[in-house]
């Protein structure tokens, strides 16, 4: 059962506790499975299982969390943030592996909400990570979101459309389209935690209804948003 609780801040979101049942599933976050009484466990689909006191799972890579009766940590880092660049660059050439010991040492021994800092200050994660164009267009799309939404945010950076769309999944790792619905659930996520029902939490998304969240939460997370429900509040 997912019965922790969730943190949420700027480019990212956290959660401590038991991890419940999931399915395979894949996102455009960056992933980090953090070991809190035994290493987190994860099957990567076609390659096998992953185990280690810190694992990082890249964007758009389909995994299943190993269900665990004894709490873990897991750090969702947006795929724009510098530290989600940083992390990928520690385990390159693979898209999911452990991070090496001298990093993973930087988040034992702090609470949730510090995560995210101490992996930024373990990897160097300084400089921006976006091309300037990429970041205007996010931040207009995120504004308006629905039909149209990725033309008019292309053009709004002065660029096409194809080209926008080019620039993200190089430097998103994942197709711009998806990383629309990551910001859909996170803002509905958010309004979850903040007491909402599921159905007007996904009207607060942005979804057609709530079935749309539903499937969408469960592609993109192996869960639905009632399983998800108690620890988000």
Not at 219 to 233: H, K, W
């Amino acid at each position: 059962m997912w019965s922790g609780g969730f943190e949420f801040g700027t480019l990212w979101a956290s959660y401590l506790g038991p991890a419940g049942e999931n399915t395979a599933h894949a996102h455009v976050a960056v992933q980090v499975a953090i070991g809190i009484e035994t290493d987190p466990c994860i099957e990567l689909q076609g390659t096998g299982m992953l185990a280690g006191p810190v694992l990082v799972v890249g964007p758009r890579v389909p995994h299943r969390l190993t269900p665990s009766a004894r709490p873990l940590g897991l750090l969702y880092v947006a795929p724009q943030a510098p530290l989600a660049s940083a992390l990928l660059a520690a385990i390159r050439p693979a898209t999911a592996a452990a991070l090496p010991a001298r990093l993973a040492a930087a988040v034992h021994g702090v609470g949730p909400s510090l995560w995210a800092v101490a992996l930024q200050v373990a990897v160097g994660a300084a400089a921006p990570a976006l091309d300037a164009r990429l970041a205007a267009a996010l931040h207009d799309a995120t504004g308006h979101a629905g039909p149209g939404a990725i033309g008019r945010a292309a053009a709004a950076a002065g660029l096409s459309e194809s080209r926008l769309r080019a620039l993200a999944r190089r430097q998103l790792h994942a197709p711009l389209s998806q990383w629309l619905l990551w910001h859909k659930l996170e803002r509905a996520a958010r309004a979850v935690a903040a007491g909402a029902g599921l159905a007007a939490a996904a009207a607060e998304g942005g979804f057609a209804d709530q079935a749309h969240f539903t499937r969408t939460m469960k592609r993109m997370f192996g869960v639905t948003p009632a399983a998800a429900a108690a620890a988000l509040r």
